[in-house]
């Protein structure tokens, strides 16, 4: 059973808020994601990150900035909520392709409603 | 650059009914292929995976082959439970990038 975590599961926040959406890993894992989906359900990835102090921005630019300080730990953080971020993001991690051929497991998402 | 396409939902089937969920790619190489489901507010699951041509991945009854000659994983289930309901996303490997390059997702609604 994979071990990666999301919290909040819900946050519902003002506009201009600052928010950091929490992602952590039990499984060692180095490589890391972030998903937005948005309500038609497609994926779009965001940011990902290869290890520690490794980080790169995804397909979709995204206003949101992540930091990968510890290898379990891959927190993404909006430093004005707007409207616009409603959504629902999702964190995965993965072995090396050798290993898994890039399985991607994923927490439970968190969805975020900025008012 | 690699793509995934899958068809579009939702698809509405009665309990025991056949299911299937076309899903074709492009890529270079020789990618993995994946399909995974959503369950109503909960993260992906890897539902079933094949990594070569002519594998079968299989999993809760659910089957893909992966067909190289019409670069194809199409999802089937011989008989659908109202528990199936959810959201099946197909996905390939990006062997240059070490990403998922997932399809758009397709909807099922299964009815007693």
């Known amino acids: 059973e994979a071990d990666i975590y999301q919290t909040p599961r819900y946050l519902v926040i003002g506009t201009g808020k600052k928010i950091t959406l929490e992602c952590s890993q039990t499984?060692?894992?180095?490589?890391m994601y972030w998903y937005q989906q948005d309500p038609g359900m497609e994926l779009h990835l965001i940011h990902y990150?290869?290890?520690?102090?490794?980080?790169e921005k995804g397909d979709l630019s995204s206003e949101s900035t992540v930091s990968r300080i510890r290898t379990e730990h891959f927190p993404l953080t909006l430093e004005s909520a707007r409207p616009s971020h409603t959504s629902q993001y999702l964190c995965a991690s993965s072995e090396p392709r050798t290993v898994s051929y890039n399985e991607q497991f994923f927490g439970p998402g968190t969805r975020l409603t900025v008012l | 650059g690699d793509s995934v396409t899958q068809m579009e939902g939702p698809v509405t089937l009665s309990e025991e009914a056949f299911l299937t969920i076309n899903c074709t790619y492009t890529a270079t190489g020789y990618p993995s292929l994946f399909w995974y489901v959503q369950y109503p507010g909960e993260g992906l699951q890897l539902l079933l995976k094949?990594?070569?041509?002519?594998d079968k991945g299989s999993n809760k009854g659910f089957e893909a082959t992966y067909r190289k000659e019409t670069t194809s994983f199409h999802l089937e289930k011989g008989s659908v439970q109202v528990s199936d309901s959810a959201v099946y996303f197909c996905?390939?490997?990006?062997?240059?990038?070490?990403?998922?390059?997932f399809g758009t997702g397709t909807r099922l609604q299964v009815f007693p």
């Open positions: 094949a990594t070569k041509a002519d």
């Open positions: 990150s290869y290890g520690v102090n490794s980080t």
């Open positions: 499984m060692g894992h180095d490589k």
């Open positions: 996905a390939l490997s990006d062997q240059n990038t070490d990403k998922l390059i």
